[in-house]
């Protein structure tokens, strides 16, 4: 019986953080080992804003690999609402951006400074559009009406839905996705949307939080 068989030499991280400072020398190393490249979220203690920021958070990565390991680090902006698409253009023309990721203000760490309002970014997102570079989205509202387990579900139906509806053909992942509605939401999707996973949030429970 034909059967195939798929051999990955060398996996890719799709949602890597390194922070930085002395345990971004302590922590690539792990991830060099392991895996041929990853993509790096932008979510440092100042936020990696421009391509002046993200070439010298690659050069410092870089520094920290070591001599025998091959990995590339493959680097994203931190979407604002005063965002230049001036600094996507050239990211994309220098080959140093892989996307771009939106944070709500205020969702998880280092976040303050995120969106507030999507509408507001919206003429990036067009930008983005035009460069095929891809919306990495941390999907969840920030309403402390709403319960913490039912945020991803909210995002969905308040934001994300009309934002495909608006802009099909943005490319986004959904990042980290954790309920059932994220899973259906994104195959149900024809095109420009995947998701990633991240297996320990699945294991945890009211109980483990509270």
Known sequence: MYSKRI?????VDMHLHLRDGPILDYVV???????GRAVIMP???????TCSDARLYR??????????????PLMTLFLTESTDKKELIQGVREGL????KLYPAGATTNSDSGVTDIEKVFPILETMI????PLLIHGEVVDTA?????????????????LRQKYPELKIVFEHITTLDGVNFVLEATSNLSATITPHHLVLNRTDIF
């Open 43 to 49: 979510n440092l203690v100042s936020p990696v804003t």
């Open 59 to 72: 050069d410092q990565i870089l520094k920290s690999i070591p001599k025998n390991h091959d990995f590339q």
């Open 130 to 133: 035009d460069l095929g570079l």
């Open 7 to 11: 051999l990955i030499n060398k996996p």
């Open 29 to 35: 190393p792990y991830t060099s080992a392991n895996f």
């Open 97 to 100: 951006l892989a996307a771009i």
């Open 146 to 162: 709403v319960d913490i387990f039912d945020r991803e579900k909210v995002f969905i139906d308040r934001i994300l839905s009309p």
